[in-house]
Each structure stands twice: as structure tokens, then as C-alpha cells.
């Protein structure tokens, strides 16, 4: 996902200000963003920002310019680890003008920020998981060299 992600330390579903005290297992960081085009979506861009918390990580993306997806059909987000061989859902959607995920593994662990078209599947369908129809995707932080 061309555009700006970023990377925050939770909160305790209060603002922080003078004297609000950072969660214990959380930290700031800010994220390295990397462009991914894809011939699904050429020249759509968005942003992302990730906030870690108690019950997990959230994700607040937005991706404007693509098409609403209606009916059997939707847009589902995944976060996937460098070798690309490990998927978390994080969501799904019909449009990602405003957009939140949720996951409970670390981003560290699962650093690629993908989305994918999907449509309604049966529980024992191969087709539950995903298509691979990317349409957008990002790099929370650089992947290790092969």
C-alpha cells in the first residue's frame, strides 16, 4: 500500500497527556513503509497505522479508490510473515475508505500488510482462505535479505 504507515504504543482507551502513563508491554516505533503496486489496483495508495494494546494490535487503514465490493463479495486484509508462507486474517470489509483490523500476533512476526478481493465460501471450501487477488499491500518493517 503506497502511503504512510505508522506505528504507536496503546492506550488505555484514554488520551494520553501529562502524566498518562504508556502500557507496560508497549512501544512506539516508527514503521518503514514500502510501495507494493499491483496490477489489481495500479495507482491506488493509502495509509495505515498500527497501535499496540492489551487484547492485541490494531490496525486503522485507508484505501481509497477502490470499488465498493457488495453481495458474496468483499475485500478481506491479512497480515503474512517475510517468507510468506504464514497468513492472519485481520478483517473483512466492502469498502477501505476507513478501515479497521485487529490481530493477536505481533507485527514484528507478521510485518506484511496485504489485501485481497474475496467472496463467500463455504466452511469446507477451498476457497476459505485467500484467493490472492492482492489488490494493495505494505511493508510495517523491512523483511530480512534471502
Request: glycine share 12%.
Amino acid at each position: 500500500m503506497a502511503g504512510a504507515v505508522r506505528r504507536r504504543s496503546g492506550r488505555r482507551g484514554r488520551r494520553r497527556g501529562r502524566g498518562a502513563r504508556r502500557h507496560p508491554r508497549s512501544r512506539a516505533c516508527r514503521c518503514q513503509r514500502r510501495r507494493h503496486r499491483t496490477d489489481l489496483a495500479p495507482g491506488v495508495s493509502g495509509s495505515a497505522d498500527i497501535t499496540t494494546v492489551d487484547s492485541g494490535v490494531r490496525i486503522n487503514f485507508s484505501v481509497p479508490g477502490l470499488p465498493r465490493r457488495e453481495g458474496d463479495e468483499f475485500y478481506e486484509g491479512w497480515l503474512k510473515n517475510c517468507a510468506g508462507t504464514q497468513l492472519v486474517p485481520i478483517g473483512t470489509y466492502h469498502d477501505l475508505e476507513d478501515a479497521t483490523g485487529w490481530a493477536g500476533v505481533d507485527v514484528a512476526d507478521f510485518p506484511l500488510l496485504t489485501v485481497t478481493r474475496e467472496v463467500v465460501a463455504g466452511p469446507k471450501d477451498p476457497a476459505q482462505g485467500s484467493s490472492g487477488e492482492v489488490v494493495v499491500s505494505a511493508a510495517m518493517k523491512a523483511c530480512p535479505a534471502t
